[in-house]
């Protein structure tokens, strides 16, 4: 879930936030949530220096009762959240460049002047950060790039359970819970590719350690999680045995 913030100085219109935004969350099923709507600055940044999560801020310029603005407010925030999203709600585009001298990165500049459109910049404006935040996910994932059947496919590496020996030869197979991609390539290979999260247990398998339930030394097999079985060779029962 990734906190809001809002930050205006007149009530109707900090009301107005609030409730177009409650509600953009809602119909658009976004993983957000308003946690704070306040007039003070001050209490904002107070409320920021107990979280340590990725941060929304909707954020007026102008606090005529504070000793701050909104672009000096920025400044304070971006020293508690470097990545979080700034948005910037005002009557004044004259305003805009000063967000460029306070090298705020601020991700929109909204203008408050006519409500039906407010609404709408608010709603792209999370819209983009649903989508930024999504391509972040990935980014961050650890990929597997393979060709298979002319095309390069990429899987994320936590979603595989296994590889194995095809009956072609020289090739092997990757299994996630619903995928077979058969490929050009041997087991040892990618045991050099692959990170220690991977053990070779048997001559045809090569198996994701997270993915393993239990195993049988009996019938010398691995019980994945997915209810799956792999063999396991007579020289690897005692190492797995130990790990598991």
């Given at each position: 879930m990734v906190p809001i913030y809002i930050c205006e100085d007149q009530p109707e219109i900090l009301n107005q936030l609030e409730e177009?935004?409650?509600n953009i969350i809602m119909i658009e099923e976004f993983d957000f949530k308003v946690v704070l709507a306040t007039k003070s600055p001050e209490e904002l940044l107070q409320?920021?220096?107990?979280?340590?999560?990725?941060?929304?801020y909707f954020l007026d310029i102008e606090f005529p009762k504070e000793s701050i603005n909104g672009f000096?407010?920025?400044?304070?925030?971006r020293k508690l959240d470097s990545r979080g999203f700034l948005i910037y709600i005002t009557t004044?585009?004259?305003?805009?460049?000063?967000?460029?001298?306070?090298?705020?990165?601020?991700?929109?500049?909204?203008?408050?002047?006519?409500?039906?459109r407010l609404k709408q910049h608010l709603k792209k404006a999370l819209l983009t950060i649903q989508n930024l935040l999504g391509n972040e996910s990935l980014e961050e994932r650890e990929m597997f790039t393979v060709e298979s059947a002319s095309r390069i496919l990429h899987v994320p590496v936590d979603t595989i359970e296994y590889f194995e020996t095809s009956y072609k030869k020289h090739n092997v197979a990757l299994i996630t819970?619903?995928?077979?991609?058969?490929?050009?390539?041997?087991?040892?290979?990618?045991?050099?590719?692959?990170?220690?999260?991977f053990i070779r247990t048997h001559q045809s398998y090569l198996v994701n350690r997270s993915k393993i339930q239990n195993v049988d030394k009996k019938r010398r097999i691995i019980l994945l999680k997915n209810g799956g079985t792999c063999l396991v060779s007579r020289n690897k029962i005692k190492e797995l045995k130990q790990l598991f």
């Open positions: 177009s935004i409650r409320c920021l220096k107990n979280q340590r999560t990725k941060g929304i000096e407010l920025g400044k304070e925030i004044h585009n004259e305003l805009l460049p000063e967000t460029f001298s306070y090298q705020l990165e601020a991700l929109d500049y909204i203008l408050k002047d006519n409500p039906a819970s619903d995928q077979y991609i058969e490929f050009h390539g041997n087991l040892t290979q990618l045991e050099e590719r692959l990170s220690s999260g």
